[in-house]
């Protein structure tokens, strides 16, 4: 069976089988390594994506469910090479360190603040509820988070 | 050299555009044409004999491509002792310990010829905990421990202890006999901790022109190559090591790991082989920070002066020796460190369990050394009466001090760090409102830890360009030490800018020897051997630059990407036209440096089984924290954490201030909600995410930092290393905070809501540990004598 997928707003086609998790498609199949597996349980939230625009965890949606769906990957975030103002706020900030955290962390926020009208610390805590980090402590990228939803605010 | 003042700046790091874009490639990202895909087949009892291991049907499976086992693997290695085979041999040692590996076309077919290998086994009986690896006739967990290879000479071994290291410094027992002096004696027991690096252990392996070639995801790329040969038995220089960006390391990745199966597998399948942990598999094989137990003994006047202290220490090295035997070497410089002693006497055993074997993991063994040692000097400030902030100010280690193994400490650091803190403190209001009606506790802790320095190398190719690539084993972990530390370095010496230095990734084939991306080593030991790499360069520079400007080179200066006339702005030529010039006439510039420990003298035979005697780098730092603790659940909330740490000189504060956070927040988990516990047959109960509790973005808070500079450091322009550090204390300050909140004595980690509501309750039994005699001398084989006596 032939599946279409809308991913990062290209018409892709997929021959996996539909309860194949969408991470592996877009791992093994697609090439966008950006999504990480670390837990496959839905715990750590390294895989996260959009789906229609809603933060999802790609280790637990069966393909299948994702087609017909506008599947937003981490690789999709920077334009022509140029740095969405969350990105370009958490570079600023040097929130990075091994990295493995932030795919997963840009799409709950990107998703999040397409939302979230002039949200709070605490706000900002509780959307990275269901997203790890090892390396961090979390301030910074709270930091950063709450800077680019001020700049989104002033902007807007 | 210009000045190192000029090197400090927050520079910011190369690697963080691609690690938000998605697109850096880590092991687990990576593929080869033809690679085929491995699992381990891994035993799920903690003990027995192999009669009998058949892999004639998986052979025969879909798909598969090559099966090894012992066979194919005859070697040992370990650290101290040779006693670790690849695969099990002879008997399974623990739950999880890898048995076969098999290569298949993918990854399923591989699971499922695993699955069909024919394993007969007879049980044996297990030893699970150390109280029962240290009974009476205990069943071995190596029988033929003396007939395994030693490594490093000293230790005293047997039976189910590992390895013995003792500290004797001074007549303990006259400081214990003085009739002015009150006896505190406590013990402690902690949990292992699992380091959760985000990506797993994973390997791609090849075999080309018969040569491995090893892809993986490690701190440590030469101690990969040197075991994988000795384990596979082929000379190290076939071996190429090379390490892509690597996800999380925390220690985890500081030993070889699954690197020789995919090389076994590769070479007999003539393909290149992708191994990678499944999380389960990180969960029940990792290499935890050991759990520990710690008996410790002190002998203090009223006047609060430690005339006497002795301990026993307990380290669970799980079924193969590992880095703790190593480790047993820390108890002397973080249970002997942070305070003022007399005479002094400390053992340190790694014992051997039927469990997974336990790792290096962010200041290793001082974690809880640490909270061991903060929490019994409360009580030594409790039962002599004594404030405890007082009590510290007073009898932290200054100046010409003597540690535990007689070294001498330079320079009074810890007491102006304390007079820091309390700066800060008196500076803000405290949060004791927050808490309201739940119980209030705050404490202040000290640590003392080191720089693993050792040997580097390092090599630099100025370009013609007018950039320069320098060349090391070193790997970027995520700490930013390679990204950030090493360019500043570099640049500064070279009058270039941070971001015109290119750091290769490690490569054992072009980077010398380095020991690894660890205790807290990089921006000094790689930092070192990097300036003296710039020594060589600059000298070459500056001579052809004598040349084009006829000057002598003691008049040249290298600043802002020029080669100036000292004085003459504007005077000289550029770094480009004379790297070209070079280029031309005498062939292109580089340089090679080189450095290792040079060594801190300690007092002869204080020390025995130890791999350090005294400390190259001490490294101090002063934590503070406030909690409240909910009588009704036991939930202990953080309401202020606050850190003065020791950094030497901090060479990108920025970056320190992350790895502070950072370290901070992995060590609440500790203290708080990271457990694991070890089921009656010997496998770890905590399989995920779901059952081991890491800290989440609302259980921390931001952390006050105040970075303590110009302690005596022989790092590079005065550095320390500044990330491994972060996590010593804070197991310590919490489990202090605890127990001033709730007037109890607080002897075990995690502070897990259970366990603090027992202690509350009074449901919790005093910990008794009474397999570690009361009698210092009944828990060692042989005691030391120490030449030389405490003055």
Redesign the interface.
Known sequence: MRLSLEINGEDRFSLSDPLTPLVDVLRDEFFLTGAKVVCREGFCGACTVLLDGQPAVSCLVPVGLAAGCKITTVESLARDGVLSPLQRVMEEYDAVQCGMCFPGMLMTLTGFLARARNPSREDIKEALVGNVCRCTGYERIVDAALAAAQATVVEG | MPEPSTAVK?F??R???D????????T??RGRPGMLHATLLRANTPSARIVRIDASEARKMPGVRAIVSAVDAPGRHGIGIADHPLFATGRIRYDGEPIAAVAAETLAQARAAAAAIVVELEPLPAVISMADALAPDAPLVHPDWRSYEVLLEGGARAGNVAWEATVVRGDVDAAFARSDVAIVESVYRVGRQN?????PRAVIASYEDGRFHIETSTQVPWSVRNATARLLNVPPSQIRVTVP??????GLKFDCALEPFAALLARAAERPVRLVN??QEEMLTCLCRENAEIRIRSAVTKEGEIVGREAVVLMDCGAYGGEQIFLTTMTAHTLGGNYRLGAVRLASRAIYTNTAPNGAFRACNGVYNTFALERHTDEICAAIGIDPLAFRRHAVLGDGDLGSTGQVFESDVLGPMLDRMAELRTAKPSKRPMAGPRLYGRATTVGTWFVFVGPSAATINLNADGSATLVTSGVE????SMMQALPQIVSNALGLRPEDVIVRAADTDAGGYDVGVGGGRTTVSLGAASMAACVEVRRKLLEVASEMLEVAPGDLVLADGRVEIIGIKGSGATIVEVAERAQRVVGPISGSGSFTGPGVVAMPGCATGHFIDAIDIPVFAVHECEVAVDPETGHVEVLSYAVVQDVGRALNP??I??QI??????GLGYALHEEISIGAKGRIDQT???TYR?????D????EISLYEGAPSIGPLGTKGAGEVPILNVAAAIACAVSNATGRPVQELPLTPPHVLALLLGNKPSLELPHISASWRDNVFAEPSCVARAP
């Open positions: 927050n910011p790091r690697d963080a555009r690690k938000l874009r998605g697109h850096t490639r880590y687990v990202d380091h959760v690096s985000f990506e960006a690597v996800g999380g390391g925390f499944s999380r972990i995520g700490s930013g920025r970056a201030y992350g956070q950072g370290g901070v927040v992995q995920g995410f779901e890491t800290p989440l973005a609302q921390v808070v931001p952390v």
